[in-house]
T-cell receptor
Framework: AQSVTQLGSHVSVSEGALVLLRCNYS??????LFWYVQYPNQGLQLLLK??????LVKGINGFEAEFKKSETSFHLTKPSAHMSDAAEYFC??????????????FGKGTHLIIQP | DSGVTQTPKHLITATGQRVTLRCSPR?????VYWYQQSLDQGLQFLIQ???????AKGNILERFSAQQFPDLHSELNLSSLELGDSALYFC?????????????FGPGTRLTVL
């Protein structure tokens, strides 16, 4: 079975600093990987996804992530944090299966705090 | 706005009761997913439907059931409710239910069981 581990339940960065949110996955078959963001009292919004094309994936709001098979990682980065980036971030994995998807398996989330 | 709608937004009920949560997918999406988000369990996949048929099951309790209707809206039925069922329930939809598809999430239904 697949799983996702997000290191750090809370990450605090200063406005303008680099954002790095870590995600490691476990899967016996090639995975599809996703990063979602959840703002307070809202649903989840897709930031970006890896579906076995380019290993460096660019998403919305200046975020990007790199798939590293050797490290089983899919860390999310943004060069310069903005106050509006404060939210909960979820890494998720979907594993190829015959005929369709089995839903997303999510990590426990990382709460990103932006210090002014 | 993802285009996925869920009703009601909030639901407060008592233990032992039964409730129905409703979801309308984005226009054109054939697949619907249900997820439960709670503080102790995190986000968990419950069940997936594709064009009216059950496609995959996750950690869905036997007291819970779902269906997808011909107009593609879906309902999640929760019965014999327990305090531990209090959670945020999300519906998501995707075009074809493939692993590579983006799942678009609704705003959720917050269920409180007293």
């Amino acid at each position: 079975a697949q799983s996702v581990t997000q290191l750090g339940s809370h990450v605090s960065v200063s406005e303008g600093a680099l954002v790095l949110l870590r995600c490691n996955y476990s899967s016996s078959v090639p995975p599809y990987l996703f990063w979602y963001v959840q703002y307070p009292n809202q649903g989840l919004q897709l930031l970006l996804k890896y579906t076995s094309a380019a290993t460096l994936v660019k998403g919305i709001n200046g975020f990007e992530a790199e798939f590293k098979k050797s490290e089983t990682s899919f860390h999310l980065t943004k060069p310069s944090a903005h106050m509006s980036d404060a939210a909960e971030y979820f890494c998720a994995v979907s594993v190829k299966s015959g005929g369709g998807a089995d839903g997303l398996t999510f990590g426990k989330g990382t709460h990103l705090i932006i210090q002014p | 706005d993802s285009g996925v709608t869920q009703t009601p937004k909030h639901l407060i009920t008592a233990t032992g009761q039964r409730v129905t949560l409703r979801c309308s997918p984005r226009s054109g999406d054939l697949s619907v997913y249900w997820y439960q988000q709670s503080l102790d369990q995190g986000l968990q996949f419950l069940i997936q439907y594709y064009n009216g048929e059950e496609r995959a099951k996750g950690n869905i309790l036997e007291r819970f059931s779902a269906q997808q209707f011909p107009d593609l809206h879906s309902e999640l039925n929760l019965s014999s409710l327990e305090l531990g069922d209090s959670a945020l329930y999300f519906c998501a939809s995707s075009v074809a239910g493939r692993g590579t598809d983006t799942q678009y999430f609704g705003p959720g239904t917050r269920l409180t069981v007293l």
